[in-house]
């Protein structure tokens, strides 16, 4: 499966952003997709990840009470809202896919066999 993110940007803190993955070549239902974000000089960390089956999401305690995740299967989209964003907040984020649906695996990006190109989000204090 091929991924696209996109929906990054310039925006305030307190602001939102709603960052898409589309997904193309591949069983889009047959595959948890997660999101992932790096900043500069930083390793790359988990931030969402909604689940093959029944949509059930996980959310990095960073950002539980501002993030949510959906998908659209039929469009093979999720999406990643993010609301009242933090200049922490910034970096490159990227999307993925995994095969499993394992809560503590989908942490790891070991566990991802797919990658999207990356978006930049970029939080001004």
Known sequence: VQL?????????????????????????????VGWFRQAPGKEREFVAAIFRNYGRTSLADSVKGRFTMSKDNTKNTVYL??????????????????????????MSPA??????????VTVSS
Request: proline share 2%.
């Open 81 to 106: 809202q993010m609301n009242s964003l933090k200049p922490e907040d910034t970096a490159v984020y990227y999307c993925a896919a995994s095969s499993t649906v394992i809560a503590s695996a989908l």
């Open 111 to 120: 566990h991802y066999v797919s990658w999207g190109q990356g978006t930049l």
């Open 4 to 32: 696209q993110a996109s929906g990054g940007g310039l925006v305030q803190a307190g602001g939102s952003l709603r960052l898409s993955c589309a997904a193309s070549g591949g069983a889009f239902r047959s595959y948890t």
